[in-house]
């Protein structure tokens, strides 16, 4: 089975360095086009399947690649809830917040207030993915780059820098009896 995970295109957020998950903020029109470019030139792979968190960014996303196909919605593939720090950048707002400071000391494991934890998002969204896993399926599931760098994180180890991916692209990652084997970056 391959399941392929793609990063929905770049958004405001993104451009401008905000920490924003739980936010529903749409893709910027110039990077659907560039989206939809490379998708002609056939970058992406298909699948029996299409999966997305439900986000605004990620259906916009999904049509931008593949067109009017159906797809399963995957609530819990959502991006981190960053809480107080949603759609706020670190320079020039939260470099100076205690609470983001204190987040920061260690911000793998500790919770953003009124938000979420690392540990969280990657404990619900290996319960979203295992039902897709289980079906053994090849998948393209267009979601988030904090909650790709996590699976992939625990599949393959490393650190989330080695799996962050950029808006538009991700991995394919080839499982063999219900195992993580393999993987390529795509996009």
């Known amino acids: 089975m391959k399941l392929t995970l793609i990063r929905h ?11 924003y998950g739980a936010a529903d903020i749409p893709v ?7 989206l939809e470019e490379k998708a002609k030139a056939g970058v992406y792979p298909t699948a029996g399947h299409y999966c997305i968190s439900g986000m605004l960014r990620t259906v916009q996303t999904l049509r931008a690649l593949y067109g009017d196909v159906p797809y399963t919605v995957l609530p819990g593939l959502r991006e981190m809830d960053f809480g107080d720090f949603e759609m706020r950048a670190y320079a020039g707002d939260l470099e100076n917040d205690p609470a983001f400071r204190a987040w920061c000391e260690d911000a793998e494991h500790n919770v953003c207030p009124h938000g ?25 599931c267009v ?4 909650v790709t760098s996590g699976l992939m ?19 394919q990652v080839t499982f063999r009896d219900g195992k993580p084997e393999s993987y390529i970056h795509i996009g």
């Open 9 to 19: 295109g770049e958004t405001e957020g993104s451009r401008r360095d905000l920490y």
């Open 28 to 34: 910027l029109p110039d990077s659907l086009k560039a």
């Open 116 to 140: 979420e934890s690392v540990p969280q998002v990657l404990e619900r969204s290996l319960r979203a993915i295992q039902p897709v896993l289980d079906a053994g399926e090849d998948t393209v």
């Open 143 to 146: 979601i988030h780059g904090g």
């Open 153 to 171: 994180m625990h599949w393959f180890c490393g650190t989330r820098y080695d799996y962050s991916p950029a808006p538009g692209t991700g991995f």
